[in-house]
């Protein structure tokens, strides 16, 4: 079984940053792909960024490229979401996900569908 719990959530001022972690325990950490997702009220929930098992392949979504970077680091079995620039539009429940497969063959994941396993979630409040 595999457990995802994020951290680093909180309140910041308008064009600060934030690092989000997600510790995932159990088998095989290393061969998922990694994703985050975010839910702001009254929304669907919306991918932000992939990351390939090997961390050698990423995709964001639009509005976060150049702010937002993912990483993560597969002795820690622990993946990364580092924000900048954060502006009062990235207020949102912010969540990740692991698939299995983790070379991305099948193209970038971009809908919750595509995942197998998630975490419960970190809230984000940027003031402005």
């Known amino acids: 079984q595999v457990q995802l719990v994020e951290s680093g959530g909180g309140l910041v001022q308008a064009g600060g940053s934030l690092r989000l972690s997600c510790a995932v325990s159990?088998?095989?950490?290393?061969?998922?792909?990694m994703g985050w997702f975010c839910q702001a009220p009254g929304k669907e929930r919306e991918f932000v960024a992939v990351?390939?098992?090997?961390?050698?392949?990423?995709s964001y979504t639009d509005s976060v490229k150049g702010r937002f970077s993912i990483s993560r680091d597969n002795a820690k079995n622990t993946v990364y979401l580092q924000m900048n620039s954060l502006n009062p539009a990235d207020t949102a429940v912010y969540y990740c996900?692991?698939?299995?497969?983790?070379?991305?063959?099948?193209?970038?994941?971009?809908?919750?569908?595509?995942?197998?396993?998630w975490g419960q979630g970190t809230q984000v409040t940027v003031s402005s």
């Open positions: 159990g088998r095989s950490f290393g061969s998922y792909s």
């Open positions: 996900a692991a698939q299995r497969d983790g070379d991305l063959r099948r193209g970038i994941p971009t809908v919750s569908s595509d995942y197998d396993y």
């Open positions: 990351i390939s098992w090997s961390g050698r392949r990423t």
